[in-house]
């Protein structure tokens, strides 16, 4: 079953605000990562925090994790309008093969306007 | 210089036809993927291949048939297509299947089944 969710769906926001983003997931995890894809592109990846980190820092992004809550926020700041696309998390799991598989949620769309 | 390519990059044909989508990557990876967005934009894993061994092989139809000639490639073949297999198909790749590894994507091929 899928395993992040992501909160809220879509996200409007002007230029120089920030932008939170956030992540719910079931089951235990190995780790968390943060990927953007832009319209109608692949996905990039930005950030991965381990399940044993608590926060982690990369230029303007900001992820925490939470593994009592089972939830992870991915905040961006000083947003430009750049950064207008969907954001997913996903979250690395040993599955029944025994092998790690990243299992992605929805995504949130994120509009940043000049 | 192209990280993962995919092709075609627009695929669209009748119901009922078999076709092919190639993948390639230059990062020198062990580990390739194949995922399908649909129109949600809900992202799911499909096959893993490591060193052109199967790995992962999620709840897909037998109708989708990966090929790995070599670990640099992972091609997906598709018989009797039908309506529902309209999405977008991502090929990734990572350098192995462990823990704390990140994807690279490529842009996607665009599959529209009429």
């Known amino acids: 079953s899928q395993q992040g969710e992501e909160d809220p769906q879509a996200l409007s926001i002007q230029e120089g605000e920030n932008a939170t983003m956030n992540c719910s997931y079931k089951?235990?995890?190995?780790?968390l990562q943060w990927y953007r894809q832009n319209s109608g592109r692949g996905l990039v990846h930005l950030i991965l925090?381990?399940?044993?980190?608590r926060e982690k820092h990369s230029g303007r992004l900001r992820v925490t994790l939470d593994t009592s809550k089972k939830s992870s926020s991915l905040l961006i700041t000083a947003s430009r309008a750049a950064d207008t696309a969907s954001y997913f998390c996903?979250?690395?799991?040993?599955?029944?093969?025994?092998?790690?598989?990243?299992?992605f949620g929805k995504g949130t769309m994120l509009l940043v306007s000049p | 210089d192209t990280a993962v390519s995919q092709t075609p990059k627009y695929l669209v044909t009748q119901m009922g036809n078999d076709k092919s989508i190639k993948c390639e990557q230059n990062?020198?990876?062990?580990?390739m993927y194949w995922y399908k967005q649909d129109s949600k934009k809900f992202l799911k894993i499909m096959f893993s291949?490591?060193?052109?061994?199967?790995?992962i092989n999620e709840t897909v139809p037998n109708r989708f048939s990966p090929k790995s000639p070599d670990k640099a490639h992972l091609n997906l073949h598709i018989n009797s297509l039908e309506l529902g297999d309209s999405a977008v198909y991502f090929c990734?790749?990572?350098?192995?299947?462990?823990?704390?590894?990140?994807?690279?994507f490529g842009p996607g091929t665009r599959l529209l089944v009429l």
């Open positions: 990734a790749s990572s350098p192995g299947h462990g823990r704390k590894e990140t994807q690279y």
């Open positions: 089951t235990s995890i190995n780790n």
């Open positions: 925090i381990r399940s044993n980190e």
């Open positions: 996903a979250t690395d799991a040993t599955g029944n093969s025994g092998y790690s598989t990243l299992t």
């Open positions: 990062l020198g990876h062990d580990t």
């Open positions: 291949y490591n060193n052109k061994e199967l790995i």
